[in-house]
């Protein structure tokens, strides 16, 4: 690592250091340089070298603790700030010339006052540290779905976790300098002062500004930053989706495999059901399930009408608590070796622990680093998460590195609803699916900081991430049936329904596989349903329910409708979408009303 003069008029890349071709990249990092004043830049290539030295570093200055080697080879624990642990949707910002075009749906400020507040904190603050230039690539490094960015950050920590969930280094540098364009990411963990902390955007210009948190979803500045909701604005321009979706193959008995992309807000199911292994007897006939990414989904029509799918990541920041041998094995196994975890808790022999894990240990100390003691709160934090490569997961599909993508046959919708919604319903057809996805609801999760288990509205599971108004966005997704389309079907699934006595009423995790089954077979048109207003049900044992053992109570909640709730629903449903004025899609408003109608409000 080289000292830089901070002269701007100098070439930005210190002697030695390994710059890049492109002129564009080079005087930005220059102007990046002069501003936050780092005393060494360092452009990351990516190598195992590399990313051992950045280890070392981090080990001998606390950032990262050495796990047990035997149990947990090369797996180290990072443990953040106590006030830095999740996603801060109050500090996030989109930043449109014209604030109706960030919508409702966002916190809003002019680009000229965003880029003024976030370049006043960013001043000198890199002083002492090195500045690390990230290259990266969203998705495999030929495909033409991908997307490049570049993040400048001063976190060794971000560097090592970027490595693992986007394609980093020279592979990524050298399709940035080909195609001259890349979105710009600045990142600082500055004093991790919630006081001082912004995650802005500025879509027009292809830009991200944070500050302040090194946590993965303010800080991993190719994941929501950029994957989400940078994406969802090129996207909308160039006529593709950016969605917050998993991505998976469901493989059958005969060898067919169908893909299906669905949407649930944050710690709502899709790290789980994306890596789901099928009950004992479908596993027996053959069934497989195929995983193709677990949180974001980039889909563009193909030239025979499909919608096609890439996993813009390459690794999973998955939530670690509730993840067990029996609730997400392949998870589990995924995260033997080579995996940072963060704000977990420790057992004696220094192996990583979490509530929910089951593996009849205790742990000793909590994910803040002092004595566990249960009476002081749980020994991981709710949202501490595991880093790891995509290519350790045993189901990982090797059509994820497809560059053409997957075929789309379902998008599902789903949330956390404790009463009214059934297990499953299918939409009528593209513009009810999209009304189905539009009127999500679910209560809050702590992947973001602030209440817990709160009923909010979350459009597609898109709420804190979608780059533009909500009107526009839903404008988008009905603009996509149009002649020549084939598109999936689409279906809303709670896996969450509780019993009056409080519990879940559906098994869930492996069961939900049965669930998939009937969406392929309505897809290939072989089973039948119920219609009700709002949308088809499943017909009385056209879900294989053997082996699973349902109370009448379940059974009445699970798969019938109820009228008076839906109602209500609806009116509130149509409250929410007159909060986009006349932005909103009148067809979207038409069929609320239509439903409504049939509901007999
Ligand atoms: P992000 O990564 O934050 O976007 O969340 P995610 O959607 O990937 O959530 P994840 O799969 O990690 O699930 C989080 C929580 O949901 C965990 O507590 C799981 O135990 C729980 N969960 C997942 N699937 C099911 C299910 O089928 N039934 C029930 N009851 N809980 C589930
Ligand atoms: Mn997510
Ligand atoms: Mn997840």
Known sequence: MNAISHDVAKPAVAPGSQGSKLAALNAWVAEVAALTKPDAIHWCDGSDAENAALIAQMEADGTLVKLNESTHPNSYLHRSHPDDVARVEHLTFVCTSRQDDAGPNNHWMAPADGHAKMDALFDGCMKGRTMYVIPYCMGPIDSPLSRCGVEITDSPYVVANMRIMTRMGAPSLARIEREGTFVKGLHSIGELDPERRFIMHFPEELTIKSFGSGYGGNALLGK??????????????????????????????????????????????KTNLAMLIPPEGYRAKGWKVWTVGDDICWMRPGADGRLYAINPEAGFFGVAPGTSAKSNPNALKSIQSNTIFTNVGVTADNQPWWEGLDDGQTPVTDWRGNAYDPAKGPAAHPNSRFTVSAKQCPSYSPEAENAAGVPISAIVFGGRRPSLVPLVFEARDWTHGVLVGAAMGSETTAAATGAVGVMRRDPMAMKPFCGYNFADYFTHWLSFDQAGANLPKIFHVNWFRKGDDGSFLWPGFGENLRVLEWMIQRVKGEAGSVETPIGHLPKDDEINLDGVQLTDEARAKLFGFEREGWQAEFA??????????????????????????????
């Open 224 to 269: 929501k930053c950029h994957a989400l909701r940078i994406a969802s604005h090129q996207a909308r321009s160039e006529g593709w989706l950016a969605e917050h979706m998993l991505i998976l193959g469901l493989e059958n008995p005969q060898g067919e495999t169908h893909y299906i992309a669905a949407a649930f807000p944050s710690a709502c199911g």
């Open 572 to 601: 509130s449903i149509g409250e929410y979408l007159d909060e986009y004025g006349p932005r909103m899609p009148q067809a979207l408003k038409d069929e609320q009303q239509r439903i409504a109608k049939a509901l007999g409000n």
